[in-house]
């Protein structure tokens, strides 16, 4: 429920990619066109459909619009969209006629694979030129063969300082805007993927901050008692971010309810006996299995090791399995099967999972 993640997993060299294989034949495509123009690239697969794609003069990747560091461009090749998509997120040059480059060298990829991106989409802050056109929409105008979606929405994250900021927005506002719209429909998108009942999660135009570890956080998702699950709107947040969080927060769900199934039966019941094997002590031993997950296990002022099942929160301040439980969905949803996560708390997931179906949740 805290900010994004970044996983620490490794993947094994013999991994079966599960991508669409035409979506990675353009990922590769591009990533060998821009180091072509001798830009530093790379590039991460999140789910089946998703690829994100940076380069940059910098080694430290930097693509930060309007730097004075480095130029370079983020991308994100969307396979989800409808219609699919490529989105320019970040772009910045340095040196004339790069920018105008970094894009040329995305959409040959495309044109080299014809028929699977066909809109390309960007929000463009870029000024007002001589003729009173952006920079986008000359660059538009140079590929007029594909369909060209450009908004205008401000990003507060690089406005200057100088510049006083807008009121907020309200939640009617926010609600209906077009990237909100667009934002909602991804994720009933993805909840179906899922195979979940769209019903039970909501996209909230609300922001939830809460407090942990002498820290304040703003949260991206929550998991409510009675199966619902709330993702809370950032317009910052990818879909394939989008994706990881839900993911996320649906195996929290799942989590509860084997909890109480759990609880309420007898000590001799079936579940104790499935779960018999995964004790305090092997549990304690794995510790978590990301940076958020640990801080849970580091956190923990219990009497005694955490137990599974128990209401850990309210014996010792965090929860360490309930958390690590949600990030190997997270890893497995980002990374698929392949991914390096401690085979115990694979198989712990595993078989919460398979208790929870066998419920007919």
């Not at 089946?48 to 983020?74: C, H, L, N, Q, Y």
């Not at 970094?102 to 030129?129: K, Y």
């Not at 401000?154 to 506002?173: I, K, L, V």
């Not at 199966?227 to 317009?235: A, F, H, L, R, V």
Request: include cysteine.
């Amino acid at each position: 429920m805290r900010l994004w993640d970044i996983f620490r997993f490794g993947r094994g060299n013999d991994a079966i990619d599960e991508c669409d294989p035409a979506i990675e034949a353009i990922a590769d495509a591009i990533c060998a066109n821009l180091r072509a123009l001798g830009l530093y690239t790379e590039a991460k697969k999140y789910g089946r459909s998703f690829w994100e794609i940076r380069a940059s003069s910098s080694a430290k990747m930097i693509t930060v619009p309007d730097g004075k560091e480095a130029s370079g461009v983020a991308l994100l090749l969307a396979g989800k969209f409808d219609p699919p998509s490529l989105v320019f997120e970040q772009i910045n040059s340095l040196r004339p006629g790069l920018g105008r480059q970094m894009v040329g060298a995305a959409i040959a990829a495309l044109e080299e694979n014809p028929g699977v991106f066909r809109q390309i989409r960007v929000n463009d802050l870029s000024p007002r030129q001589k003729d009173g056109r952006r920079w986008w929409e000359h660059v538009a105008a140079s590929h007029s063969g594909f369909d060209w979606r450009i908004t205008h929405d401000e990003d507060t994250t690089h406005r200057p300082a100088h510049r006083q900021s807008p009121p907020a927005a309200t939640g009617e506002e926010v609600a209906s805007s077009p990237d909100f719209i667009r934002k909602r429909e991804i994720l009933e998108g993805l909840v179906r993927e899922f195979g979940c009942d769209p019903s039970k999660v909501t996209l909230s135009p609300e922001k939830k901050t809460f407090d942990y570890l002498g820290q304040s956080f703003t949260s991206e998702g929550e998991a409510l008692p009675d199966g619902s699950i709330k993702i809370y709107y950032d317009p910052a947040m990818s879909d394939a971010r989008m994706g990881c969080c839900l993911a996320h927060e649906l195996q929290h769900v799942r989590y509860f309810a084997v909890r109480d199934a759990y609880r309420a039966e007898a000590a001799d019941g079936p579940l104790h006996q499935i779960f018999a094997r995964f004790t305090p002590e092997l549990l304690a031993a794995q510790r978590g299995v990301s940076n958020y997950s640990n801080e849970h296990w580091d956190a923990w002022k219990g009497d005694a090791l955490p137990a599974l099942f128990s209401m850990e929160l309210e014996e010792g301040g965090s929860e360490p399995i309930n958390e690590t439980i949600a990030e190997v969905a997270k890893g497995l949803y980002n990374w698929g099967p392949d991914v390096r996560i401690n085979s115990v708390w694979k198989e712990l997931h595993k078989a919460i999972n398979d208790a929870y179906e066998k419920m007919g949740k």
